[in-house]
């Protein structure tokens, strides 16, 4: 079983997933940038070779540079669980004929708005939207739409240059912020909670689910320094206030023509009870999410995942024993982690609910909260009852603080 996983070592959780590769029993064959001596030494070592290609994210170039390279050899499978790269993947397939899901369809996975026109078509519940390139399309699609809306990049990402608008002024100094931007699309603002859907499946059929809520809306923790942005884990997906969700979920894998591996759904539940799809990618999600879905669990799903993609099989006896909460910090002030207070606590207050933390130590620089996901680190706690884990997460949210300084 030779796979080809494409930067196996970036984002960090890749690692995990190459390890997962290796473990099932596939020859792992690496794709990235530079050479494999830079690579950490867990990620090399669960690698059978490696492929350097001159620029990764330069679609074109980089695929003809890994057909090139893979000529002759008896390749299995394609790979790659970053969103940037998962196209490449795809058109690696097309072109040497390797199966998995064609670069049509992880288009449907990458491009908000097909997504969205492919979800539609299926009969399911997508915000109104419209793909607009220029300022007056823009602002006819929000007359059309009716505010409040949300303008948001086609290829976005962590909710940057995402912006809601609740009238005209708003869009004006919302799109004087975006003239960056090429292709943006504008959409009906759903008022709801929000959640994933993570899946892996296996020739469409999903093998594993597993739901998160988030807290806040991911739009408020991104806009706000203060937020702790904290994220909820389910014990069961299948209970059965989370129940529209799933069934969305599934049928939305259908309608995009999901094949085998992972996929992050995002959808909304309105006050009313009504589920309306978010968007989907065609991978892993981010933010720890993979090591809370072991954790609710005790399994390992960068292994299964794997097994899932080489083998066609979940081996896992899913054991759905904890809701499990990661809290997110952002430190006061600026410069470098100079205090942290309120962890001790928090560890005696968590007793056995407690897993861990991963706070910048003392002494880091702080990272940029606009432009990470994991702030300046977290803590983690689960428990098999929701409301103790959830009151544990809020502990964590108001009583953990870190301070920095210059
Ligand atoms: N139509 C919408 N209605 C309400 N909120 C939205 C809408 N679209 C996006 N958002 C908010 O913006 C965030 C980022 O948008 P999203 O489509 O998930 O893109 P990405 O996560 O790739 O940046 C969402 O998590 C949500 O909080
Ligand atoms: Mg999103």
Redesign the pocket.
């Known amino acids: 079983m030779n796979v080809v996983f494409i930067s196996p070592h970036y984002p960090p959780e890749m690692a995990g997933f190459t390890r997962g590769l290796a473990e099932v029993g596939a020859n792992v064959i690496g794709v990235g940038e530079g050479s494999a001596a830079a690579l950490p030494n867990a990620t090399r070592g669960h690698l059978a070779d490696w492929v350097s290609v001159p620029k990764l994210f330069d679609e074109e170039s980089a695929a003809n540079a890994l057909v090139r390279a893979l000529r002759g050899r008896k390749i299995d499978r394609i790979e790659s669980l970053w969103e940037p790269t998962v196209l490449l993947a795809a058109r690696v397939r097309d072109l040497t004929g390797v199966p998995g899901m064609s670069r049509d369809t992880v288009l449907g996975f990458r491009d908000?708005q097909l997504m969205k026109e492919r979800v539609a078509r299926a009969g399911l519940r997508v915000?109104l939207s419209r793909r607009v390139t220029t300022v007056t399309e823009a602002r006819h699609a929000a007359l059309e739409i009716g505010f409040p809306v949300?303008i948001?990049p086609i290829a976005?990402?962590?909710?940057?240059d995402?912006f809601r608008c609740d009238d005209g002024p708003e869009l004006e100094r919302a799109l004087a912020r975006m003239s960056h931007i090429g292709e943006a699309s504008v959409?009906?603002?759903?008022d709801g909670e929000?959640f994933t859907c993570d899946a892996i499946s296996i020739d469409g059929r999903p093998v594993f689910e597993s739901v998160t809520q988030y807290h806040p809306?991911?739009?408020i923790a991104r806009s706000e320094e203060w937020v702790s942005p904290a994220q909820l884990t389910f014990r069961d997906p299948h209970e059965r206030a989370l129940a529209g969700g799933v069934e969305l979920g599934r049928n939305v894998l259908a309608a995009l023509g999901m094949g085998s591996g992972f996929t992050h759904m995002?959808w909304?539940k309105k006050s009313n009870g009504e589920v309306v799809f978010?968007?989907i990618a065609a991978r892993s999600g981010g933010g720890h999410l993979i090591d809370m879905m072991n954790w609710a669990n005790d399994i390992d799903v960068y292994r299964e995942w794997a097994r899932a993609v080489c083998w066609g099989r979940f081996d896992a006896r899913v054991a759905r024993r904890y809701h499990v909460a990661m809290v997110f910090k952002r430190a006061l002030g600026q410069g470098r982690i100079a205090r942290i207070e309120g962890l001790r606590e928090l560890r005696a207050a968590c007793g056995p609910a407690w897993v861990g933390d991963h706070l910048l130590p003392v002494g880091t620089r702080r990272r940029n909260w606009k432009q990470t996901v994991v702030s300046d680190g977290g803590v983690a706690l689960r428990h098999p009852d929701y409301r103790t884990c959830r009151a544990l997460m809020e502990k964590a949210i108001g009583e953990l603080t870190l301070y920095a300084r210059p």
């Open positions: 908000k915000p949300i948001k976005g990402a962590g909710s940057a995402t959409e009906e603002f759903i929000e809306r991911p739009l995002e909304y978010g968007e």
